[in-house]
């Protein structure tokens, strides 16, 4: 009798489970308003459940869902899937675009400072014998400005570096040695033999491995700030495939068939669909943290040994002390040339008006002790720059294998024996797969080819992988991301004279053997330069030579 009793509760409780069920899908008004409010036209839902037999993804029993609605839903799953990668993508292409110019513009007010800064105190210090020259400083900058824009394409930054200090040293021979005239073709001499007389002292071989240094980091560190909203860009373009709308329709909108449209997917179903929708993105991933430890490391670089900020701010200081070096090794730097370029015949425009005695360039000049230097980019610092975007760098690292856990989280899931698992309110059995291409092969819930990896990502991770060489060479101070001629250089430093062994005998040479007084020695092999060949144009040395009688005079009032 107690059998029977139970029996009789057992089959009651089924029969009301299968009439609630019945009901719901009788009645399809929770459907139609949900339908709806996707924005859709509500009379598309049928008023009670009919037959699913025409459905391609959802389960084709009794449902409040026809081909159309199926085929509707389907372009909304497709919305609904890239939505949340799609910010993400916005987000991290804003957060990097905002660094970048944040970095760009304290690089670029930098080297307007140091330009300011510099004519500012030279103005205060030589007086018109800068002012007379200040084209040569204002050329110097604009090639430096060049340089961080364009790097080697637009300026070879060491041969741009030996003419300006060539220059300096052709104005300045003729300011010391106001008594003798030059010819073109003596002074072709005396910029030839720059290096080797180290006129300027050690200054220029440490201010070109400052310059070259601090410039490669800075440019290329900015250009893979750049790089990054690129790669994201081109990457958000990926369209879905039609495997992966149709598993996003089933994770989705299936549950609305049913009528249980507030149902939300498991977490691991949810993990699967998206790993199989996202898995070229994810091959993304071992060269996007490539590129970002990169980034990294270099951004330690710029706080450290090459930071531009403290190679910018005192270059006018640097300059000024290559100029006293000069100064002061006058006597010395002139009786070498004269040894090696000739002995130059005296000034007779200097001779009617004084004697040597009397003209010569001795005059000490004061040091310049600014009060305040111009504020830097935005009043911020580079330190504080680089500590912000490291943080950012940090944070962003696994972006593209992580994008499933991201996305598959929060309201988008429901609790694991309440949730959709692709066919019932159940809990989720399958495996869950790894990321990328290869792992799905076994992915239960999208169909991928595995054998036709994206075109557009492919050409991403070859990008990342480019920068990354180039990011890891600034790191050492090389600059590769052109092909630069070596020969250019050939290993020397400017002003620094040559480490060689063989440079000794270069420089016995040009030194050791007295030429015919009167004469360069090198007339026969010497042209006078231009613009177009790197070379100093000569226009002006001469009022340059008359103004030095002037500037003489005024020597001991400048102390």
């Known amino acids: 009798m107690k059998s029977l009793s139970l029996l009789c509760v057992c089959t009651l409780v089924v029969l009301s489970g299968s009439m609630t069920a019945e009901q ?17 036209n509500v009379n598309d839902v049928p008023n009670k459940g009919v037959n699913g037999a025409p459905l391609k993804v959802c389960p084709q029993g009794f449902s409040c869902c026809t081909l159309e609605m199926e085929e509707k839903l389907s372009q909304q799953s497709h919305t609904e899937i890239k939505a949340p990668v799609s910010k993400l993508s916005t987000n991290l292409q804003s957060t990097f675009r905002q660094r970048h110019d944040h970095f760009d513009n304290f690089f670029r007010e930098l080297l307007k400072n140091a330009e300011v800064s510099l004519h500012n105190m030279f103005v205060r210090t030589y007086g018109m014998m800068y002012v007379q020259n200040a084209e040569l400083f204002k050329n110097f900058f604009e090639a430096l400005t060049r340089y961080y824009v364009s790097g080697s394409a637009a300026v070879n930054l060491d041969s741009m570096l030996s003419d300006f200090w060539a220059d300096l040293l052709e104005r300045m ?7 003798y005239e030059f010819s073109d073709a003596y002074m072709e001499c005396v910029s030839r033999h720059t290096e080797q007389l180290q006129p300027f002292g050690d200054v220029p071989r440490k201010l070109r491995i400052q310059l070259t240094r601090a410039f490669v980091a800075a440019r290329t560190f900015v250009r893979g700030l750049t790089l990054m909203p690129e790669v994201v860009n081109k990457v958000s373009t990926v369209s879905a495939s039609p495997s992966c709308v149709r598993a996003a329709m089933k994770m989705l909108y299936c549950p609305y068939c049913s009528g249980q ?8 179903y949810c993990l699967n669909v998206l790993r199989g929708c996202l898995a070229n993105q994810a091959d993304l991933d071992t060269e996007w943290n490539n590129f ?6 270099l951004a330690d670089r710029l706080e ?8 910018m701010d005192p270059i006018d200081v640097k300059i000024s002390e290559a100029i006293m070096n000069m100064q002061e090794n006058s006597m010395q730097v002139s009786q070498k040339v004269f040894q090696g370029c000739g002995q130059p015949k005296p000034s007779m425009a200097f001779r009617s008006k004084r004697s040597i005695k009397d003209t010569g360039f001795n005059g000490r000049f004061r040091p310049y002790s600014p009060d305040a230097r111009p504020t830097t980019a935005a009043g911020t610092s580079l330190d504080r720059l680089t500590n912000d975007v490291k943080k950012k760098l940090k944070h962003v690292k696994k972006f593209w294998s992580t994008l499933p856990e991201t996305v598959c989280a929060g309201e988008r899931i429901a609790p694991v024996d309440d949730c959709w698992n692709g066919t019932a309110k159940s809990s989720y059995e399958s495996v869950v797969i790894g990321n990328g291409l290869a792992n799905q092969v076994s992915n239960p819930d999208v169909d991928v080819d595995i ?9 991403q991770i070859a990008v990342l992988k480019e920068m990354t060489s180039w990011l890891k060479a600034a790191h050492s101070g090389n600059d590769i991301s052109i092909d630069n001629d070596e020969d250019s250089s050939g290993g020397e430093e400017s002003g620094s004279g040559c480490d060689s062994p063989s440079c000794d005998t270069d420089r016995d040479i040009y030194f050791s053997t007295p030429p015919n007084p009167g004469k360069p020695a090198d007339d026969q092999r010497v042209k006078s330069r231009g613009p177009s060949d790197g070379g100093v144009a000569t226009k002006g040395s001469m009022a340059l030579a008359l103004c030095g009688l002037a500037l003489a005079l005024l020597a001991p009032h400048l102390r």
């Open 451 to 459: 054998t036709k990896p994206d075109t557009v990502i492919r050409s």
């Open 261 to 268: 449209v507030a149902l939300k997917p498991c977490q691991n």
């Open 24 to 40: 719901k899908l009788k009645n399809c008004n929770d459907v139609r308003a949900a339908y709806s409010s996707k924005g859709f």
């Open 173 to 179: 021979f003729r300011l010391v040695n106001v008594q």
């Open 304 to 311: 450290g040994p090459f930071n531009f900020e403290s190679v």
């Open 292 to 297: 970002l430890d990169a980034m990294l490391s």
